[in-house]
């Protein structure tokens, strides 16, 4: 990590960008990272090509957020697995890479690469503790902090307690839980709702009632005027159901393909492995993938992956 500061402390131009169709941990990580940069003295730019989804508005420095990738002297890839899931061209610059999987491609000596952080904002925090405590201020601290919140799940999806020690650190620099919480879960859009309704109604339990999950369809989307940022979470209700222990979520996407969510409970197979079957990936309880094609075969190529780590887990 020292190596990291020195090198990252001797460009005067840095772009730092995630992934498309940004969460929490994206949008924390990216103006985490960007407002400690700035605070630091360095010419710093926050970059996501779909934007700072609504929910997550309250972040400071989210009205500055480019759409576009601008020039730079180098570019730090956070909570991306590579460079391609950020939708733009690859640069013609050194390229450092900020990640909580292991999974994907490295770009320099100075990746930083933790899968036993809980979210990528808790691994750029040990880095910014590394670099200057005193540059993490209430502008840093509350973007760290949203990642975190959102990427455990509200604290649900990771074990130890790395989270909790990282939440009280971010709370001493100036967070509010309470006020943050409530932005993030108890400020949804009505359309949420409508969305999420209609969603509910092609839920399936099967294997079993180990296995849950329901799709999210094109005309979903349309007959309630709900975007992608209004799904976000959904998966948490197949897994929800008593004695399901494997959830995943489908879901339309206007480029073509089918965003699969996948989660499991402690005595669940590890999801990473199964999305990493379609060229996703993740961690053991929490995972994703995109597949093409029509519904019902990708559903039965998901269940049958599931059944065969089910299987797996057993033995």
Known sequence: MKRTVDFIGKHGRVVVVSHIRPDGDAVGSVLGLTNFLRNVGIEAYPVLKHGVPTVFQFVPGAEGVLTDLPDGDLYVLVDASEWERTGFERPDAPIV?????????????YDLLDPEA?????????????????????????????????????????????????????????????????????????????????????????????????????????????????????????LSIKGVIVAMKVEWDPEGYWKVGLRSKDGGPNVAAIAEKFGGGGHYFSAGCRIFGEEEEVIEALLSEIRKALHSTVS
Not at 98 to 105: A, I, N, P, R, V
Not at 151 to 168: L, P, S, V
Not at 188 to 194: A, D, G, L, S, T
Request: no cysteine; hydrophobic share 40%; proline share 4%.
């Open 97 to 109: 890479r900020f990640d909580h999987h292991l999974t994907g491609e490295r770009y320099s000596h």
């Open 118 to 238: 809980p979210s990528a904002t808790s691994l750029i925090l040990q880095f910014l503790r590394t670099w200057d405590e005193r540059a993490i201020d209430p502008t840093v601290a509350l973007p760290l902090y949203t990642g975190l919140l959102t990427d455990t799940g509200g604290f649900k999806n990771r074990e130890g307690t790395r989270a909790f020690e990282d939440a009280i650190y971010l709370i001493n620099r100036g967070v509010n839980p309470r006020k943050v919480a409530e932005l993030i879960f108890r400020e949804k859009p009505i359309e949420m709702y409508r969305l999420l309704s209609l969603a509910l109604k092609t839920l399936k339990v099967v294997e079993d009632g180990k296995v849950a999950y329901m799709v999210v369809r094109r005309e979903f989307f349309e007959e309630v005027g709900a975007t992608r940022e209004h799904s976000e979470g959904f998966v948490e209700y197949p």
